[in-house]
């Protein structure tokens, strides 16, 4: 797919940035970080400087593939620019989780947890915007038992999930901005995790409501 060259880009960028940094990297450098914010994981600075590309290259590999492997394949079609677009946005997902590793590893002063915490809600509130575009398939979306039975049950569920997603993605990302990090994972965090969990049993939901009518 041409619009997937972006995040070939952003990939190819990855492994270039993490290796004119990998010098700079101290070894061992902070991996991990708790829920207060306090660095709680140390690993290899190889780790830092090309963990993140190597997973945005696993992705920019699957990314293409995923449509060809998916029985309902075909299906893709429709929501060829809204797929892109989601990939493309996952790309540079990781691209800022690395820009965050290698910045903290050298002695930038950042935020971690809110700086993630900002990017997670970014990305779910994208991923909600064109969640309502995407076509029954087995591997992007709502997939539950419910919503691969039935395309109506897909439809519903959709536009209801992106209007879930956008709306915790933002709170999330704006709650993030302001709370004190102590706070952040208890304030943030349920604001993506809970509309996200909440359209498994919505969609069953749907799925009794339209099949007891027919």
């Known amino acids: 797919m041409r ?11 990855m492994w270039v940035f993490g ?111 064109e969640l309502g575009r995407v076509t029954p398939n087995y591997f992007v979306g709502i997939r539950t038992p419910w919503t691969l039975a039935d395309a109506e049950v897909w439809r519903i569920t959709h536009r209801v999930g992106a209007r879930l997603f956008v709306a915790g993605g933002v709170a999330s990302a704006l709650v993030s901005l302001f709370v004190p990090e102590h706070w952040l994972f208890v304030t943030s965090f349920p604001l993506i995790i809970v509309p996200v969990l909440a359209t498994i049993p919505y969609s069953y939901i749907v799925w009794r409501r339209l099949h007891r009518a027919s």
């Open 19 to 129: 290796a004119v940094m990998l010098p700079f990297i101290p070894d061992p450098a902070p991996i991990h970080w708790n829920a207060a914010g306090e660095i709680d994981g140390y690993g290899s600075s190889w780790f830092v400087a090309f963990f993140p590309p190597a997973i945005a290259t696993l992705m920019a590999v699957l990314a293409p593939l995923l449509p060809r492997i998916d029985p309902r394949g075909q299906g893709y079609v429709a929501f060829a620019r809204t797929y892109a677009l989601i990939m493309n946005s996952l790309a540079l997902f990781f691209a800022a989780i690395h820009l965050i590793m290698v910045g903290v590893a050298v002695g930038w002063s950042i935020s971690v947890p809110r700086l993630i915490s900002v990017s997670s809600g970014l990305l779910i509130a994208v991923l909600g915007n």
């Open 3 to 13: 619009n997937l060259r972006f995040m070939i880009v952003i990939t190819a960028l």
